[in-house]
Nanobody, 122 residues
């Protein structure tokens, strides 16, 4: 089972940018669809973006569309989430997850990282 570690979170002002990384261990990283989810205090975990095994297909939620970009480098076993024009409502713990197929449902993903905190100040 693939193991995932997120990094790149932090504190940023409204309108700023951050790039999150999701580093995976194991030789079969390219066999997995990778998703990013986030969870704000008192709220349910929500879908942010996902990317296919090859990276050719991506999708994101309406809340982050045209602001966040997901990409992957299979040679580095890493998926990235470039977050631009950040808003206070983007504040959450961000998780990456690996699964067998593209889905916006957290239950479709088998392996999860520990999360990285993103805080956007107003």
């Amino acid at each position: 089972q693939v193991q995932l570690v997120e990094s790149g979170g932090g504190l940023v002002q409204t309108g700023g940018s951050l790039r999150l990384s999701c580093a995976a261990s194991g030789p079969t990283f390219s066999n997995y669809v990778i998703g990013w989810f986030r969870q704000a205090p008192g709220k349910e975990r929500e879908f942010v973006a996902h990317i296919s095994r090859s990276g050719a297909t991506t999708g994101c939620s309406g809340a982050v569309k045209e602001r966040f970009i997901i990409s992957r480098d299979n040679s580095m076993n890493t998926v990235y989430l470039q977050m631009n024009t950040l808003k206070p409502e983007d504040t959450a713990v961000y998780y990456c997850a690996a699964g067998p197929f593209m889905s916006q449902e957290a239950a479709a993903f088998d392996s999860w990282g520990q999360g990285t905190q993103v805080t956007v100040s107003s």
